[in-house]
């Protein structure tokens, strides 16, 4: 099961490889019913973990960081900033193949 998991991490790692610069909504999952949702631009992919830069209030930008394990388990979900869709389907939504 684990290399199943290192795929699919290599997977939304390539995937947003390709996507730097380009706009995405991320909603966080911070635990006790705290979601964050915010717009945002993947600036870099990194081994362990990608980069969104939001603007906040008033203007000034920040960087957050998140790990693709996140993404894989659906902790921190992306989606198309136009047509609102997942950008990438948690691995518990996605169908068993096998």
């Known amino acids: 099961m684990a290399e199943a998991e290192v795929n699919k991490v290599e997977e939304i790692q390539e995937l947003l490889r390709g996507m730097v610069n380009r706009p995405v909504k991320v909603k966080a999952n911070m635990g006790r019913t705290r979601v964050i949702e915010r717009?945002?631009?993947?600036?870099?992919?990194?081994?362990?973990?990608?980069?969104?830069?939001v603007t906040e209030r008033r203007g000034r930008t920040s960087r957050q960081s998140y790990q693709y394990v996140d993404v894989l388990t659906g902790t921190v979900e992306l989606f198309d900033t136009e047509t609102g869709e997942h950008i990438f389907t948690p691995a518990f939504d996605q169908p068993d193949e096998g």
């Open 39 to 53: 717009l945002g631009v993947i600036k870099s992919v990194h081994p362990a973990v990608f980069v969104v830069e």
